[in-house]
């Protein structure tokens, strides 16, 4: 048996995962990935073997260390790691396990915070982005406790804040990747868009669905997901991410009109598995694209009195997104971006990967 490794498990948002020290881990990624594969107990479909919840949004880890840089307290990495497949991927940024590094850090002793509230600023190395994440403490120490509810996690927790700074072509290089507003694909209209998380934003109507699906509902049916993973897969060359049949990105989100006084109604999918949710930087990024004029589903848009923000309805609840949209000399520009969520932690102590297969190195 190896070595165990420190590790806290936390829920962040509406995911959860394992929280490591950098320095911790093994330098060499191959080596490092291996190793938390077989920690989360994939390849598995129950991950029977390893501590991940047999879903994508419970089969997450969150790298964190000190920066080097004085502007910046953390270095945040986050990896997917595959369910049924020993995959882990760093093509994505996750903004739900972020609603817990700086708490994370805390605990950790990797940032010395005091006073009522700590800011933490995070670089999301997955993108190179920055964001302020605050929170409230007690005694020096981050507090769990508060009255903030968010859809699709049971009772209430203490309110994370988050603000993000040039998300817009975090992963793509520009807002719209592709040059345009909309693009047909596949024979459907769709919306490219990268603010904070490559998307391809499509009518659920367009595709033969209402769009207030249940996510069991829509993975039943094989033929919609098949013909939705051919679109992902030409958008992603459009959208220059390359071959994506290995990867999570982009993700895939239908829209259609609000029912339950949001602005907007959703369905996404991350990318084989439709969300229960939707994702923080997925919300963003759909709160960006129905706002531009000529957006697939700008013209569903309820907006509200606040115009910057946007209510997005899912499978479990809203998700309220709020994003600064201006008029650039080439185009839409974004602003600052920001969201609440809330975060626990669940479990502190010593993961025991199983021992590497012979010759799969760690």
């Not at 945040?76 to 396990?97: I, M, T």
């Not at 990867?247 to 598995?273: E, N």
């Not at 009195?305 to 520009?333: K, M, Q, S």
Request: hydrophobic share 40%; charged share 20%; glycine share 12%.
């Amino acid at each position: 048996m190896i070595p165990g490794i420190r590790c806290m498990v936390m829920r962040g948002g509406t995911s959860k995962g394992a929280y490591f020290v950098a320095d911790e881990l093994p330098d060499e990624p191959a080596e490092r990935d291996a190793l938390l594969a077989r920690a989360m107990g994939s390849p598995d479909p129950r991950q029977i073997d390893g501590i991940g919840g047999a879903h994508p949004l419970t089969s997450k880890v969150a790298v964190v260390s000190p920066s080097a840089d004085a502007d910046v307290d953390v270095e945040y990495l986050f990896l997917q790691v595959g369910v049924d497949e020993a995959s882990v991927s760093d093509r994505q940024n996750c903004g739900n396990l972020l609603a817990a590094v700086g708490q994370f850090a805390v605990e950790r002793g990797l940032v010395t915070a005091g006073g009522e509230h700590a800011r933490v600023r995070i670089r999301m190395v997955n993108s190179g982005s920055v964001a302020t994440a605050t929170f409230p403490l007690d005694a020096g120490w981050p507090t769990y406790d508060g009255t903030t509810a968010i859809s699709g996690v049971p009772g209430t927790a203490a309110e994370v804040r988050l603000d993000f700074e040039h998300t817009a072509g975090s992963s793509c290089g520009t807002l719209l990747p592709t040059g345009s507003v909309s693009d047909v694909i596949e024979g459907v209209e769709a919306t490219c868009i990268d603010n904070g998380m490559p998307t391809v934003v499509l009518r659920a109507a367009d595709l033969g669905i209402v769009g207030d699906e249940t996510p069991a509902e829509l993975e039943a049916d094989q033929p919609f997901t098949e013909r939705l993973e051919t679109i992902r897969l030409h958008a992603g060359k459009l959208m220059r991410l390359g071959d994506v049949s290995a990867t999570t990105v982009p993700k895939m989100t239908l829209v259609s009109a609000p029912r339950a006084g949001g602005s907007i109604c959703t369905r996404t999918f991350i990318p084989h598995r439709c969300h229960d949710a939707i994702g923080v930087l997925g919300a963003v990024t759909i709160a960006t694209a129905v706002r531009l004029p000529g957006g697939v589903g700008a013209e569903l848009l309820q907006p509200g009195n606040d115009p910057d923000l946007v209510d997005i309805e899912h499978p479990t609840g809203t998700f309220a997104a709020r994003v600064e949209i201006e008029d650039g000399p080439h185009g839409p520009t974004v602003g600052r971006s920001g969201i609440v969520r809330t975060a626990r932690k669940l479990f502190d102590g010593i993961v025991f990967p199983r021992s590497a297969p012979s010759g799969d190195g760690a």
